[in-house]
């Protein structure tokens, strides 16, 4: 058995910090747990504000995105600068599994950006229809407007969406 003195010392916060967004980042779900277990924060943010669960789910980390959040990541946690989360994100992006891994998650599907802008309204804009249905699904509240009096039917109008429109409208 190795003696923890035997062994070389870690690598500065820093760095370890570093490791945990590339591991968020390339999928590397395998070394979450190590990374956290060297007091790497679950919820550090990197210059740009966002987090790992953040950075997992943008970059479509199906993987990665459930092991940090098995690991205690906060689901609607920091949001990215505009105050974008990572459900937000991800159906904006049209990652489908990861939308469905948060909101399994307990993601507030109806949680505002910072002007106001729903992760239905995300979706809306580039008519991502299989996590438009599954946002429904989970009680994604089509009345909602953003700070420029912007509905999700309105959205998917000015995107010249008529049938996403259409489809909207009889919805609500």
């Not at 092991?67 to 989360?85: E, F, I, M």
Request: one cysteine or more; aromatic letters at 2%.
């Amino acid at each position: 058995m190795t003696d923890a003195r035997d062994l070389p010392p870690l690598p500065p916060m820093e760095r370890l910090v570093e490791l945990m967004f590339d591991a968020a980042r390339t999928g590397r779900a395998e070394m979450i747990p190590a990374l956290l277990q060297a007091g790497v924060d679950i919820e550090v943010t990197d210059a740009k504000g966002y987090t790992p669960l953040v950075i997992a789910s943008y970059n479509g980390q199906a993987e990665a995105t459930a092991a940090l959040l098995a690991a205690g990541a906060q689901v609607d946690g920091a949001a990215d600068a505009r105050g974008s989360t990572a459900l937000m994100g991800v159906c904006f992006k049209g990652y489908t599994e990861i939308a469905q891994i948060l909101l399994d998650a307990g993601a507030d599907v109806n949680r505002r950006n910072g002007v106001g802008q729903t992760s239905l309204m995300m979706a809306a804009l580039v008519n991502r229809t299989a996590i438009i249905d599954l946002l429904l699904e989970h009680g994604a509240d089509l009345a909602i407007v953003d700070a420029a009096g912007n509905s999700v039917h309105s959205l998917a109008v000015s995107q010249g969406n008529a049938a996403l429109a259409t489809r909207l409208a009889t919805t609500g």
